[in-house]
């Protein structure tokens, strides 16, 4: 949650922003992006994004954790809770945006970090095709939540138990209503966290402030290996509000896994293959206010509802809790009951 405004004007021109852990205590920003040493960063994009040949990397300290309050809890202690956890950073930018000019960024004179020698942007790697597995997963169950908490960056559901294999959800992409002169952000995504909440494997769609095609909110698709040690990396689909992507990420076979998404509307499709070395302890299905610093942002407004269907899991489910989205500045996100059919996130 941004707590306060820093003096500094960011504008992002490339293709990859990077964390090394979940909880975003770094960040790696391509091409002319200042960095400082207090904690809230606001990001002010003046044109559009393209890619560029070089990064400028920075450091900043987190400055807010979000500590979830216990509403309810039917079958577990605060103690037994996840924590939750999304993006560790701003996600990673197409690699091919339509945008066509490439202005550079330079910090505020309040901000006490010099740009240093940058090194080689990092690359999307190329998709590896990889054949769904055979049907055989499970539909989530829809009971009634075992616990309830209140955040400021997820709204949705995780279903523990474990360890699974196999994660799948159709979902539609919203049309944006947010101001572009507001610093928000949104993702939408499933994945897997490991026992502890430290680490996680995610795909999906965002869009955000911080990336504008046209002078307009830019949907694009991404994943996210916590364990790689790579940034969050972009995935050649095109994503526009009105379609319906579908997520799918399973094993296949000892650390390998395999991220799917596509887009159904226009038949698109990409996968690549991974190596995630933790456990899947929980699965998860959510909307999220991801950082675009250490601090996060507001979640981007968006019409109508995200509804999240076609949900399956391979995997001992044990019961499932669900995130409520509640940010200081009023802004809230909240899921509707979980059915055989799915469920819906309103924002407000």
């Known amino acids: 949650m941004v707590t306060g405004l820093l003096a500094a004007a960011l504008t992002v021109s490339s293709t990859s922003i990077a964390a090394d852990q979940h909880h975003g ?7 002319g992006v200042a960095a400082a040493t207090e904690a809230t960063i606001s990001l002010t ?34 103690t037994d809770l996840p924590q939750p956890q999304g993006l560790p950073m701003i996600p990673a930018f197409p690699s091919s945006p339509t945008a066509t000019s490439s202005p550079a960024a330079s910090p505020s004179p309040s901000s006490s970090a010099s740009p240093t020698a940058s090194p080689s942007p990092t690359a999307t790697p190329t998709p590896t095709p990889t054949a769904t597995p055979s049907p055989g997963s499970q539909p989530v169950n829809a009971s009634p939540p075992a616990w309830q908490e209140s955040n400021s960056l997820l709204a949705g559901y995780v279903e523990g138990g474990g360890p699974f294999t196999y994660i799948t959800s159709t979902f539609n992409v919203p049309t944006i209503t947010a101001s572009t002169s507001a610093t928000t952000d949104i993702a939408i995504w499933d994945g897997f966290q490991n026992s502890t909440g430290s680490q996680i494997i995610q795909a999906g769609v965002a869009a955000g402030s911080y990336y504008l095609v046209n002078g307009a909110y830019a949907w694009y698709a991404w994943y996210y290996d916590s364990t790689g040690g790579s940034p969050v990396e972009s995935l050649p689909v095109t994503v526009n509000a009105g379609n319906t992507v579908t997520v799918t990420i399973y094993q296949v076979s000892g650390e390998t ?19 995630w070395t933790q456990t899947s302890s929980t699965a998860e299905w959510d909307v999220e206010s991801p950082p675009t610093s250490p601090a996060a942002s507001t979640l981007t407004s968006y019409s109508g509802a995200v509804r999240f269907s076609e949900m399956a899991l391979i995997g001992t489910q044990s019961g499932d809790g669900e995130w409520l989205m509640s940010q200081s500045d009023g802004q809230t996100a909240t899921p509707s009951s979980l059915t055989s059919s799915g469920f819906s996130v309103t924002d407000s």
């Open 25 to 31: 205590t770094s960040l790696e920003l391509a091409s």
């Open 45 to 78: 994009p003046t044109a559009t994004v393209s890619a560029s040949t070089s990064t400028v990397a920075a450091t900043a300290t987190p400055s807010e954790t979000a500590t979830p309050s216990t509403i309810a809890s039917a079958n577990s202690s605060p």
């Open 257 to 275: 896994w395999a991220l799917e998404l596509t887009n159904d509307s226009t038949g698109q499709s990409t996968s690549t293959e991974q190596i």
